[in-house]
Nanobody
Framework: QVQLVESGGGLVQAGGSLRLSCVAS????????MHWYRQAPGKQRELVAG???????NYADSVRGRFTISRDYAKNTLYLQMNSLKPEDTAVYYC???????????WGQGTQVTVSS
């Protein structure tokens, strides 16, 4: 079992920055791939960024160049540095972990990010 807890969301003006954190506990050593997803009101959940154990990263086109995903293995923590925020980045942001050995996905409870214009 893996437990994920996000933090760092909040209200920020357009052009501002936030850093989200996701702390993993439980069998966190078994996590292979981690992602950030987001879901805006009335919209489907969408992938924002992902990172593998060899630190390969991928980003949605809408955030590439503005957001940076990183992972601190010593702290069992996933980060999402978000710069140049836009009102359309407003959403609940979720941390996701995938364990290859069990083929299971785990989700955090989400953290709200609101960007005002």
């Amino acid at each position: 079992q893996v437990q994920l807890v996000e933090s760092g969301g909040g209200l920020v003006q357009a052009g501002g920055s936030l850093r989200l954190s996701c702390v993993a506990s439980g069998s966190s050593f078994s996590i292979n791939v981690m992602h950030w997803y987001r879901q805006a009101p009335g919209k489907q959940r969408e992938l924002v960024a992902g990172i593998t154990t060899d630190d390969s990263t991928n980003y949605a086109d809408s955030v590439r160049g503005r957001f940076t995903i990183s992972r601190d293995y010593a702290k069992n923590t996933l980060y999402l540095q978000m710069n140049s925020l836009k009102p359309e980045d407003t959403a609940v942001y979720y941390c996701n972990a995938f364990v290859v050995r069990s083929s299971r996905y785990y989700w955090g409870q989400g953290t709200q990010v609101t960007v005002s214009s």
